[in-house]
C-alpha cells in the first residue's frame, strides 16, 4: 500500500523517538564520533542554456555582508535546510556521513558493496578529516557513478555563526569560522580529488539560519533528512533495516558509512532488495541528490 510521503518530516522523527529512544540520542547523528534511476524518469534539465557559473563570495565580503545578520534559530530543521526531495522528485535518496576525527576515520565496506551489489545509488557527505586520512578511498568513491560525494564539513562542526552547541559539540563560533567550515573542505574537494559539491551537511547535522543562508551564498545547498536510518551508526540492524524499507517518494535517509562496527551495513543490505522493489512498484528509485534536485544546484566556481 502506497505509504504517502509525510507534511512534516518532524512527524516521521517524532514517530520513530517514541518506537525506539529519546529523541536527542536519535537525531544525534554523527555526535558520538559520535540512484542509477530506473524506469520512467522525468526529462533531464534542458542543457542547451547553462546557468552562468557561480562565483563564490570572498571571505572578505561575506564577513562584511554577514556580521551584523542575526544567527537565527538553530538545530535541525531550521529555515534554509532542506529536508527532504523536491515534489518533483520521482524517488528517495540515500545518504551516508563520514564523520572523520580519532574514532571516526573507518570505512564500512561491507555497506559499500552492499549499495553496489544492489546497485543503489547513494549520495556519500565526507568530512576533510576522513578523507585526508582515507584518500585513495575518497578517489575511488568519487570515480563510481553509483556515488555522489558531497561536503560533510572541515572540523565537523555544527555550522553556526555564534558557537551554539548541540550534543556538547560547540559551533563554529563566528561566520568567518563557518565560512571556513564549508569553504576549506570544499576547495580541499575540489583541489585533491576533482570533486565540486553541491550539498552541505554540517557535523551532527545542526545549523542556525544564518549558516544555512551562507552555506546557499556559497553555492551548496544545506541538506539534512526525513528518515534517521542508523542514529549516528547505534542502531542494530534490524532497527536499521527497518528504517530503510520505511522510505518512501521524497524521503532523504541519513547514516554512516565510516562506522564498520556498526549495524548499519547488515542493516541497510538486508533492507535494500524490498525497498527497490516498493519503490519500483511506483515508478520510482533510488536517486543521487543532484539528480533529485537538478537546476536547484549550481557548482560554485571559487
Ligand atoms: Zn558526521
Redesign the pocket.
Known amino acids: 500500500m502506497p505509504t504517502p510521503f509525510p507534511g512534516s518530516p518532524t512527524g516521521r522523527r517524532t514517530l520513530l523517538a517514541g518506537l525506539l529512544g529519546t529523541g536527542a540520542t536519535l537525531l544525534a547523528?554523527?555526535?558520538a564520533?559520535?540512484l542509477s534511476p530506473r524506469g520512467p524518469r522525468q526529462p533531464p534539465p534542458p542543457a542547451a542554456a547553462p546557468a552562468p557559473a557561480r562565483v563564490v563570495p570572498s571571505r572578505s565580503a561575506v564577513l562584511s555582508a554577514y556580521a551584523s545578520k542575526h544567527s537565527g534559530a538553530f538545530g535541525l530543521e531550521v529555515k534554509g535546510i532542506e529536508l527532504g526531495l523536491p515534489a518533483s522528485a520521482r524517488g528517495a535518496a540515500l545518504t551516508f556521513?563520514?564523520?572523520?576525527g580519532p574514532s571516526?576515520e573507518g570505512y564500512d565496506d561491507a555497506l559499500i558493496a552492499a549499495l553496489r551489489k544492489h546497485r543503489a545509488p547513494a549520495t556519500l557527505?565526507i568530512?576533510q578529516r576522513w578523507a585526508a586520512a582515507n584518500p585513495g578511498l575518497v578517489r575511488e568513491l568519487a570515480a563510481d557513478p553509483l556515488f555522489e560525494i558531497a561536503n560533510?564539513?572541515t572540523t565537523?562542526a555544527p555550522l553556526a555563526s555564534r558557537g551554539q552547541a548541540a550534543y556538547g559539540i560547540p559551533g563554529t563560533a563566528s561566520i568567518a569560522a563557518a565560512y571556513d567550515e564549508i569553504m576549506d573542505n570544499q576547495r580541499y574537494l575540489a583541489d585533491t580529488f576533482g570533486v565540486q559539491a553541491k550539498f552541505f551537511?554540517?557535523?551532527?547535522?545542526h545549523q542556525d539560519e544564518l549558516g544555512a543562508a551562507l552555506c546557499r551564498e556559497l553555492g551548496l545547498l544545506p541538506m539534512n533528512f526525513t528518515v534517521n536510518l542508523d542514529a549516528?551508526a547505534t542502531f542494530p540492524a534490524a532497527s536499521v533495516a527497518s528504517q530503510t524499507r520505511a522510505l518512501r517518494a521524497g524521503d532523504v535517509g541519513i547514516g554512516?558509512f565510516?562506522r564498520p562496527a556498526s549495524g548499519t551495513a547488515r542493516g541497510v543490505s538486508e533492507a535494500l532488495p524490498a525497498l527497490l522493489e516498493s519503490l519500483a512498484a511506483r515508478n520510482l528509485v533510488l536517486l543521487r541528490l543532484s539528480e533529485a534536485f537538478g537546476a536547484q544546484t549550481g557548482a560554485p566556481s571559487a
Do not use: E, I, L, V
Request: a negative charge.
Open positions: 547523528s554523527c555526535a564520533d559520535p556521513d563520514a564523520c572523520g571516526g557527505f568530512n560533510h564539513g565537523h551537511r554540517s557535523g551532527t547535522a549516528g554512516h565510516n
